[in-house]
């Protein structure tokens, strides 16, 4: 049973899949995506599904610090809906209020470059939204 979590911004979609037990996730990569042409790279997250055997989805669900939902969580209910139409499994969304900071900040303490932090930002941010949903399973 592995599960695929997706950061799903305005740009690209971060990727990260969990180990076969649910244990651990790793970032798998960065989906360029554009909003409005209506290309949400489902064609590659298919090969992805297929290829990781993934049996369900965390999608990153970014509400506002009041806990109300913005114009970015309307987009990540929106993209668990395509999810859900498309693939039949199960999406989780799951909160991910201040992961892309946190990712940033791991990165920095890292001594990972400015440059090199904008191409990985997202797939690390996937991490976090999945490693965080797998530690509340176990």
Do not use: C
């Amino acid at each position: 049973m592995r599960v695929m979590g997706l950061d799903v911004g305005s740009k690209t979609v971060g990727v990260a899949v969990s180990d076969a037990l649910g244990w651990t996730a790793q970032g798998v990569e960065i989906i360029k995506i554009n909003e409005a042409i209506g290309e949400f790279g489902i064609a590659r997250i298919k090969e992805l599904v297929k290829q990781h055997n993934v049996t369900s989805f965390v999608v990153g669900f970014p509400k506002n610090m009041n806990n109300t939902v913005g114009p970015r969580g309307e987009a990540s209910q929106a993209y668990k809906a395509l999810l859900e139409e498309t693939f039949g499994l199960p999406v989780v969304l799951w909160d991910e209020r201040l992961s892309t900071m946190a990712a940033e900040r791991v990165l920095i303490e890292a001594d990972v470059s400015r440059n090199k932090r904008k191409k990985v930002i997202d797939k690390m941010a996937a991490v976090m939204i999945l490693q965080g949903y797998l530690d509340s399973k176990n």
